[in-house]
């Protein structure tokens, strides 16, 4: 099971990080993904990480503003996003897969997601 938290209202610029607490399995085994949903809009993937920690992938609009991390002594992912901008606003959700990838079918276990609202 994954618990994703930290979601929350902000201003333009301000910045937060998520969580994504695993129980019931290791995330050090996986790799794990965060993906966004703004209402109207398809699931899209936002930044990822392999198993070991030594590949990270993100979206393009995301770059240079969010990190993903992990820790594996607490079995959580984090995702630290700085310089938000209004149309980060969405729902985030946390996921598990058997090896990083951009694609929502290559993860197969999903938290309940969290919602970031950027406010311009």
């Known amino acids: 099971q994954l618990q994703a938290s930290g979601g929350g209202l902000v201003q333009a610029g301000d910045s937060l990080r998520l969580s994504c607490a695993a129980s019931?399995?290791?995330?050090?085994?996986?790799?794990m993904g965060w993906f966004r949903q703004a209402p109207g809009e398809e699931r899209e993937f936002v930044a990822g990480?392999?198993?070991?920690?030594?590949?990270?992938s993100y979206t393009e609009s995301v770059k240079g503003r969010f990190t993903i991390s992990r820790d594996n002594a607490k079995n959580t992912v984090y995702l630290q996003m700085n310089s938000l901008k209004p149309e980060d606003t969405a729902v985030y959700y946390c996921?598990?897969?058997?090896?990083?990838?951009?694609?929502?079918?290559?993860?197969?276990?999903w938290g309940q997601g969290t919602l970031v609202t950027v406010s311009s």
């Open positions: 990480i392999s198993r070991t920690g030594g590949l990270l």
């Open positions: 996921a598990v897969g058997a090896a990083l990838g951009t694609r929502a079918y290559q993860y197969n276990d």
């Open positions: 019931g399995r290791t995330v050090s085994s996986y790799a």
